[in-house]
Structures are given as structure tokens and as C-alpha cells.
């Protein structure tokens, strides 16, 4: 399928271990993965526990796995069509790796075809 022209916004997301056990410590949840997405923020989710089920080797895969249905999808930014969302990926990451060295992520972020879906 041709890749279109991107007319939404770009999502920055954080996604968080709401566990019982973690908001002891973390009343707010504990950020494990960031990500972004042009699609509805359910959607993207949807797409990542999918993604767990088919390949659970991978360490958001083990991540969503462990957590199970307590897990929270925050927007951390939108950023305008036509907008650098791969700088503010990449701040967001290094931000993510600041709080908590054992991010789900494997790259610095900023990867995928800016401006098409």
C-alpha cells in the first residue's frame, strides 16, 4: 500500500505500568515505552498488544506481558502536521531514560517517514 501524504497530528506517548504494586511508588504510574503515532491513542495500543502476543521476545512485548491489563496510554505532546515529531521523540526518549534507565525502547526514537501514514 502507497504511503499517503499525513494530515494529523503526531502523538508522543508514554506508556505507563499502573500495576497496584507500582502506584505505591509511582501514585501516577511507572513510564516504561515511548512512542508515537498518527492513529487514535487506543488504536496504537490495540497495535502494541497485537504486536505482544506475536513476538513476545521483544522488551515492550515482555513489558505489556508482565503488566497485563494495567497498563495506561498518556500523551505526553502533539506535535502540528508538517512539524519535527522525530526531535520530539527523540527529547521525550532521552527524557523517559533519565527517569528510568530500563526503558522499553531499543532506539533513540525519530524512525518512520516523517509526513506519511
Known amino acids: 500500500m502507497a504511503r ?4 494529523r497530528p503526531t502523538l508522543i506517548y508514554w506508556l505507563l505500568d499502573v500495576r497496584p504494586e507500582i502506584l505505591v511508588d509511582w501514585p501516577n504510574g511507572l513510564p516504561f515505552y ?6 487514535k491513542p487506543s488504536a496504537r495500543f490495540a497495535k502494541h498488544r497485537s504486536d505482544a502476543r ?3 521476545a521483544r522488551e515492550i512485548s515482555k513489558r505489556l506481558i508482565a503488566c497485563g491489563d494495567h497498563v495506561k496510554i498518556r500523551i505526553m505532546e502533539s506535535v502540528p502536521p508538517g512539524e ?3 526531535e520530539r521523540e527523540r527529547f521525550f526518549i532521552s527524557s523517559l531514560r533519565l527517569l528510568w ?3 522499553a525502547n531499543v532506539t533513540s526514537g525519530g524512525q ?3 509526513g506519511h501514514i
Open 4 to 7: 499517503r501524504r499525513n494530515t
Open 34 to 39: 515511548c512512542g508515537k503515532t498518527v492513529l
Open 54 to 56: 506475536k513476538n513476545s
Open 84 to 86: 519535527n515529531w522525530a
Open 101 to 103: 534507565p530500563n526503558t
Open 112 to 114: 518512520g517517514m516523517p
